[in-house]
């Protein structure tokens, strides 16, 4: 670790000196150390370390903005625990703001007061990324994005490649030679986005997801050069990166005169491109930015896609991710999209907006340093899966699909873990879309 | 007038001067500008943040803590009712002796409440860990001026002491985690703001 200057310091409190709003000073100033927070948050569950509590990581950030900025912290900085920002603070900022919170928000729902505790670890994030602290691994991460177009760095002719071989298989599953997944195409009314997982490791998700297009008679498009939907650089905080990446998807969109922005099923995409992209940016988008989940609800409500309930009989039960429900609001239409396409559907407890993290959120699956702890907070998920005595799992993110089947591996859940999409193409039967098609 | 007066009076111009600050400086900073497409309602969010979103049966900070909960809402209505007593006592000391003993008797119970969230910090590890000086100062002064309100109304000797406390918590206020008496409405302002503008709250038909 880069021992801590002058000029570092100054970068950090810039983080804490540049209001906006009155956002930052408020929740920097609310919390009361009532403690009632601990029981939300997975990772003070699975341990019971009062290092986890989430309000301990809110005290980090807010005890070096008392210090610099407030009278009592700079006069009698023993009184409030005012810290220096030095390199003590920053060892435990790195190892408690990245490795131990997942930004799920779910203790912000239950804060006595309201503290927005994961939009203080943001920040204290921030600070660190603006310090040059971002852990490595999920730096690389971001910097293939940065370098390559996409966070796995996948070539082009890769990315070609796997395209093709999945149109094969589309033509196949709709038993016709003319199905299509439609590349850089001008002016159509859907450009689709991937999570970089999919050509890389899970392609026929891409086959999913284009079979639902194929039955609905979308009009779409993916880009070869700007088709990533994640955006790592939200996880770091480097709000700089953060612009860079999500500039990229507005200008492909813009460059194809799509009317909308469907984005995959990733729970942080969501987040980072439908919400915080437009403040990345300053700029409103001209286009509507939409979910997967939601176009697919659509499809179904407007009677473009019938899926089959009959297909599908073994007991299911749906993962939220924390970035898709908790923080972008889609809520109901994964549920009915289930409810529509499997015969017996069954909620975790908790589930939507009290929903608990899988553990893979906040970056952790970049972070291969903090694999032990990823995986013994899931065991919450773990149990909730359990519970439900369902055999199959589906959510609507790639890294809580990740996620979820190494808890599969490691809690012997021996359960199917699937994407939403995987799920609706399975119940599309080829004679209705063929009919559909014609 | 009495010199405890005056030094009440002047600790309230203080603490009224300060609230000023904090207040000012919220207002001053404004409210986020969002470049993102709102979906649903800020004007219901932040409705449903000071509403529902309280419910003791939608927050776990509640109910997986039942009795800090209880303890907490008596000790934050003791608190306003000794905040009103202390403005009623500048003009008299003639209070109906039946509500004087309602009074006394909830502020003896507030005061209890004060004393036991004091303990449960100081032996709690957990709370240990998380507290700080002020944390301890603010407990004090606020319990003790539950104490005071509700012994000056039938000891009026005590009046002097209970002016003095008072005027030690009106000074502290500002400094202190006490200015979440400002604090909490711009928190809950702002969660409601953030996911009334998601249409994340109010919460629809999944929980
Ligand atoms: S519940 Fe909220 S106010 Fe209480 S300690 Fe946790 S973050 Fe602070
Ligand atoms: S955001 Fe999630 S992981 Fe982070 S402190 Fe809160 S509950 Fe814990």
């Known amino acids: ?438 | 007038m009495e010199w405890y007066f005056w030094v009440a009076i002047t600790s309230l111009g203080i603490c009224f001067a300060g609230y000023i600050y904090h207040f000012l400086k919220l207002i001053n900073l404004g409210s986020p500008k969002d470049y993102s497409k709102k979906s649903g309602s800020t004007k219901s969010g932040i409705i449903y943040s000071f509403t529902h979103a309280m419910n003791p049966v939608n927050k776990e900070s509640a109910f997986l803590n039942l009795p800090t909960y209880i303890s907490g809402v008596i000790y934050h209505l003791g608190t306003f009712l000794a905040i009103i007593l202390f403005f009623v006592l500048f003009f008299t000391t003639n209070i109906n002796e039946l509500i004087s003993l309602l009074l006394a008797a909830f502020l003896l119970l507030s005061t209890l409440c004060g004393a036991g969230m004091l303990i449960k910090r100081i032996t709690d590890k957990k709370l240990r860990h998380l507290s700080n000086p002020d944390d301890y100062i603010s407990n004090i002064l606020v319990t003790l001026f539950h104490l005071g309100s509700g012994t000056v109304l039938f000891i009026p000797d005590v009046y002097p002491v209970y002016m003095v406390i008072a005027s030690l918590l009106l000074l502290y206020i500002p400094l202190g985690k006490l200015k979440h008496v400002i604090y909490f409405f711009a928190a809950r302002y702002h969660i409601g703001y953030f996911y009334g503008w998601r249409s994340v709250w109010p919460t629809a038909k999944s929980k």
């Open chain 1, 1 to 438: 670790m880069v021992k801590i200057n002058e000029d570092i310091i100054k970068a950090g409190l810039e983080v804490l000196n540049s209001h906006k709003d009155s956002k930052l000073i408020t929740h920097l100033n609310s919390c009361v150390h009532c403690g009632l927070c601990a029981k939300t948050c997975l990772y003070y569950l699975t341990s019971n370390d009062k290092r986890f509590i989430p309000a301990r990581k809110v005290e980090l950030v807010s005890a070096i903005y008392r210090r610099y900025f407030t009278f009592i912290g700079k006069t009698m900085p023993g009184l409030t625990n005012a810290r220096k920002l030095d390199d003590d603070i920053i060892a435990e900022m790195i190892d408690l703001l990245y490795g131990a919170c997942v930004m799920c928000g779910r203790c912000v729902k239950h804060c006595s007061i309201g503290v927005d505790i994961e939009y203080v670890v943001r920040k204290g994030r921030e600070m660190l990324a603006k310090m040059g602290y971002v852990p490595e691994s999920l730096q690389s991460t971001v910097k293939a994005a940065l370098e390559t177009g996409n966070n796995m760095a996948i070539s082009y002719e890769d990315f070609t490649d796997t395209i093709e071989w999945m149109e094969e298989e589309l033509q196949d599953d709709c038993d016709d030679p003319d199905a299509r997944i439609p590349l850089n195409e001008h002016g159509k009314n859907v450009l689709y986005t991937l999570n970089p997982r999919e050509p890389k490791f899970f392609p026929l998700s891409i086959s999913a997801m284009a079979k639902i297009f194929y039955a609905a008679k979308e009009s779409w498009t993916l880009s070869t050069y700007m088709y990533d939907v994640t955006n790592y650089a939200y996880f770091s905080s480097h709000p700089a990166e953060a612009k860079t990446i999500a500039q990229r998807i507005y200008d492909e969109t813009d460059k194809l005169k799509a009317k909308r922005l469907v984005l995959a099923e990733c729970g942080h995409g969501v987040r980072a491109n439908r919400w915080e992209a437009p403040n990345y940016i300053e700029k409103e988008f001209p286009f509507d930015v939409i979910t997967s989940v939601e176009i697919i609800a659509e499809y179904i409500k407007e009677g473009r896609i019938k899926p089959n309930k009959e297909i599908i009989t073994e007991k299911t039960t749906l993962h939220d991710p924390c970035n898709l429900v908790r923080n972008a609001g889609v809520i109901d239409d994964q549920r009915y999209i289930l409810k529509n396409c499997v015969k017996d559907f069954v909620e975790m407890v908790p589930y939507g907006t009290d929903n608990f993290c899988c553990g893979g959120g906040g970056g952790q699956l970049t972070m291969s340093e903090y694999n032990d702890r990823r995986l013994s907070i899931a065991e919450i998920k773990a149990e909730q899966i359990r519970k439900t005595g369902a055999s199959i799992v589906v959510s609507p993110c790639h890294n809580c699909i990740d996620q979820l089947s190494q808890i599969n591996v490691t809690y012997k859940l021996n359960v199917k873990i699937k994407t939403l999409a995987e799920i609706v193409a399975d119940t599309l039967l080829v004679e209705n879309m063929l009919n559909n098609n014609k």
